[in-house]
């Protein structure tokens, strides 16, 4: 997936044959700029038809359910990115009793992960490099949350999020990760 709003972006790497989803939050859409955020993801959405993580800014169980209702009504291949927090498992796990594919992001562990995963979370973004910059072992998660979700059978998938380099892609894809999710330049360094 490529981490990104801005529509050129997507536009080339689609272009490229290897964008198979998007995933958005509030800081990438206000660096991208252009019209408001529905707008951008219906946009991104004319681009592809994968799966494009539509993030919820409300805190509270009522805002989050609210805008991510709205979000899904944009277009059939919206997913509702949800922070990983006690209000967040109860919004992921309404979403799921209505057919909302959600993917639970900012999961800093395993047993994050694990509980997304259990409230039935479509997508699990546990994020490396965040990790990585307090030095700690993004990956180590990202190892055990696969074996978790394999020997258990469970049916999330894992995105490697906040991916900084091409080894972060690598060993995710090594460690069983279906998706990563990276930024442009990332995708360029990776053709480098
Ligand atoms: C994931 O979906 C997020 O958009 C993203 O990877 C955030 O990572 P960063 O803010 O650490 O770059």
Redesign the pocket.
């Known amino acids: ?1 490529l ?1 990104t709003a801005v529509i050129d972006e997507i536009r080339i790497v689609h272009s490229w044959g290897v964008l198979d989803g998007v ?3 509030p ?2 859409f206000a660096k991208a700029g252009g019209g408001s955020y529905p707008e951008v993801l219906e946009e991104i959405c004319g681009i592809t038809s994968g799966p494009v ?1 539509a ?1 919820v800014i409300a805190d509270d169980l009522e805002g989050i359910l609210r805008e991510g209702r709205t979000f899904a009504k944009i277009a059939p291949n919206i997913v509702i ?1 949800v922070p990983m927090t006690e209000t967040g498992l109860t919004a992921i796990s309404t979403f799921a009793e209505e057919g909302i594919p959600t ?1 639970c ?1 900012l999961i800093f562990s395993t047993a994050q992960g694990m509980l997304a995963a259990k409230a039935g979370a479509t997508y699990l ?1 546990p ?1 490396v ?2 990790l990585d ?1 307090i030095a700690q072992e993004g990956l180590d998660m990202v190892r055990e949350l696969s074996a978790v979700l394999e020997i258990h059978g469970m049916e999330a998938e894992i ?1 490697v ?4 380099s091409p080894r972060h892609v690598i060993d995710g894809a090594i460690a069983g990760a279906a998706i990563a ?1 990276v ?1 442009f330049k990332v995708v360029q360094q990776m053709i480098k």
């Open positions: 997936f981490d995933t958005t939050n800081t990438l993580s993030e990115k993917n992001t973004s994020f490099g965040r910059d995105i999020a906040s991916t900084r999710t930024p």
